[in-house]
């Protein structure tokens, strides 16, 4: 603990102050092949489009290599052709594809726009005895998101963060400079302006948007800088462009999306395979239980302990008989003890990091002294894979991987000293150099492992640190947060940044990690956690358990009605995954992404949109019953009530315990299914539909596969596109098959039209029923409940045929 002696005046040492100097001035350029090069005279800058909208700008302090190789994080690109380069007495002026970059002879600071003449910032670069800094512009309006996973709002300015991988255990608090993730990706955002500058760096790379008022520096200690600046126009379109660079999350298996189960640990077989019971007993819907550390003998990965799990294969036959997978724990850290295999071999074939002398690194963790494997070799990366035979044998398809930052408990970093060497793959370089990036290649390692084990199942990873790119081979969750209501809220701010930094798939800790929950903060928890793409329940040793039932009936109640909410949400929601395999799009967003120009929402980030239909909103306190809810324009339903609303005000949401503020934009189309134990049992064959009218024509597009194989990729798959229309008396419903790729029956769907602004008379060739119960018996029917204001229309949809849907009054 800290007193605050700790700011005693005297005691406060003044930062030693840097010099920085301009890298310039211009010394001249040359055109080669497929790029240019600006020589000035401390630094070269290497310019390169990776498609018409965005350019790499590599920055080298002189005497290095002036062409750096990106970091793995990147995805392979072949650089554009067709660069103009103009001279002019103060300035270059350098054109290709829609990017333009205006150089200042004497400094070489530049700044860059669009064909279109759309500024996307002013930089100036500089450097010192020790770092390369580059300053960029922030226009008085700006707000800057992004930055993956950090503490604080959504807006990051006035922050400053350094991006080193850290396992803090500490509580999470507004001011926390590093954590888990590293992702040094700025989306600038103006009412009329957004664009992105990524920093592919995956040693320290510090971000200060605090220091001044009008502008932010980017510093990194490697004597190189690589920038990449990213144009729209639009707020989704950066986004997207961002994903051409480091990749879009594979469709995960559909068994991942289901509501999940953890604790550090539940300790034995027995445990288990009751809390599974527990779960099919209570009727609470759920797919995984997760292992901990101590399911290992000895903490040694790729065991069992074998008092703990006697027989796990066993365990895992009686778990897939009740619809339950297993995702153990996998740590980097591997047990130096002789005859431990995974250790012995890799020390025989040189699979660890080494210190520069040539020795095996070795650093405290869970298992004692451990080593390292060095993730960084792809042969070693294939070895670690491949290892996961084990796990793969008893059924198991997902894997956890913590600690990976990596957490070092012994050493004065905490992590790998800087002086480590990473060999990778002949390349080497230092840990300090690549710290960044260890997690995000050990991912990479036991998803593509995986892979090739499953033959042809889809692999789930769920990974604590992770780089840019991590999106590309595992789930993100935000380490451990505790059982505090600020964490709930704070759980909102960093999933809707880490989303709009690629990492579609996250979530954080449902009901906290450390701490003990009260029954009221897990009812309110389990509400949100349902929203959020990854829906893990998970608590730590020697704190209150958890699980749904802990509590009171009523909790029990309310944490039931919304994990099964989640379940017959699911093809929404899987259809949300599959348009983020393809756009790089978050799945749960902050509001400003969808609403770009309205300055409303430009700080919200205790409510946020799932998809862009469905407006979540919070309640994130004790006690607390009401909270303001904004709506952007549109109209908007309250869930629960109905209650229209005009959007683009504040409204006050009445909210007792069981009830979470929900509203459903008026053109929404929001398929359902029946509700189901755990995903296995999904069946789509009969889907419930419901519209939201009010005159908007809108659009939705159904994705469904076999939730598990990558057949998938080769074409087996639906997509149904469902759209509406309403206009005078005349309510219009189009569904049809865009792509009819799984075999497959007849569909049955019930349509529930809500909020039809006229009452209707007919619907083309479907004959109308007396009452509601005719509609479970027939094929085809239509129904019309006054009160309510509902339309209930039940129709076949067989494959490649299209149903059209004429409803009038
Ligand atoms: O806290 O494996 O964040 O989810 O339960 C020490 C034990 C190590 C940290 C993870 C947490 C997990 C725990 N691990």
Known sequence: MQTSEKIHPDQIESESISIYRDIGPYKGYECRDKYVVIYGEHANLTVKLVTPGIVRISVSLKGRDAELEPSKALLPYEPLEGWNVIERNNGLEITGGNIVLVVDIATLSFYVKTGQGTLCGSYKLSFSDTAVRCQGSMDDEAMIYGLGETTGYLNKRGERYTM???????????????????????????????????????????????????????????????????????????????????????????????????????????????????????????????????????????????????????????????GFRIVPVVDPGVKVQDGYEVYEQGVEEGRFCQTPDGKEYVGAVWPGPSVFPDFTDEVTREWWGALHQFYVDYGISGIWNDMNEPSVFNSPTKTMDDNVIHRNDGNPKTHGEMHNIYSLLMSQATYEGMEKLLQGERPFVLTRAGYAGIQRYATVWTGDNRSYWDHMRLSMSMGLNLGLSGVAFCGADIGGFMHHASGELLAR????????????????????????????????????????????????????????????????????????????TYHLSDQFLLGKDLLVAPIYEPGKQHRVVYLPEGIWFDYWTGTRYEGGAHI????????????????????????????????????????????????????????????????AYNLIQISTEENDRRYTISAAYEVCGLQQDDKSILFTVHHLSFIPKSVNLISEVPEMKHLEEQSFGWYYDKQDNQLYIKTQLAGLQEVEIIVEG
Request: hydrophobic residues 35%; proline residues 6%.
């Open 164 to 322: 080193w991988n850290s396992d803090v255990f500490d509580p999470h608090v507004s001011d926390m400079e590093s954590l888990y993730q590293s992702i040094p990706l700025l989306i600038h955002h103006a009412s009329d302006n957004t664009f992105g500058l990524f920093i592919d760096n995956p040693g320290r790379t510090v971000v200060d948007l605090r220091e001044a008022l009008d502008s932010y520096f980017i510093e990194t200690a490697s004597g190189e800088m690589d920038l990449y600046f990213i144009t729209g126009p639009g707020f989704k379109d950066v986004v997207t462009n961002y994903s051409i660079l480091t990749g879009k999350m594979p469709l995960p298996p559909l068994w991942s999306l289901g509501y999940q189960q953890s604790r550090f640990s539940y300790m034995n077989q027995e445990e288990v395979i009751q809390l599974a019971h527990n779960f099919r007993s209570k009727g609470i819907p759920c797919d995984v239980i997760y292992l901990d550390i101590h399911y290992m003998d000895d903490y040694k990965v790729f065991t069992f302990d074998k008092d703990r799990f006697p027989d796990p294969a066993a365990m895992m036959s009686e778990l897939k008989e009740l």
């Open 525 to 600: 928890w389990t509400q949100l956690g349902v929203f959020t793409p990854f829906c893990r329940n998970h608590s730590a040793v020697d704190t209150r358990n958890q699980e749904p039932w802990t509590f009171n009936d009523e909790v029990e109640e309310i944490c039931q009605k919304y994990i099964e909410f989640r379940y017959r949400m699911l093809p929404y929601l899987y259809s949300l995954f599959y348009e983020s395999t393809c756009t790089g799009l978050p799945i749960m967003r902050p509001l400003v992404l969808e609403y770009p120009k309205d300055r409303n």
């Open 652 to 715: 006050i949401a009445h909210a007792p315990l069981d009830v979470l503020p929900l509203y459903i934009r008026a053109g929404a189309i929001l398929p359902q299914t029946q509700l189901m134990q755990h995903t296995g049992q999904a069946i789509w064959q009969e889907l419930d539909i419901h519209l939201y009218t009010q005159g908007v024509t809108s659009a939705f597009t159904l994705y469904e596969d076999d939730g598990l194989s990558d057949r998938y990729a080769q074409g």
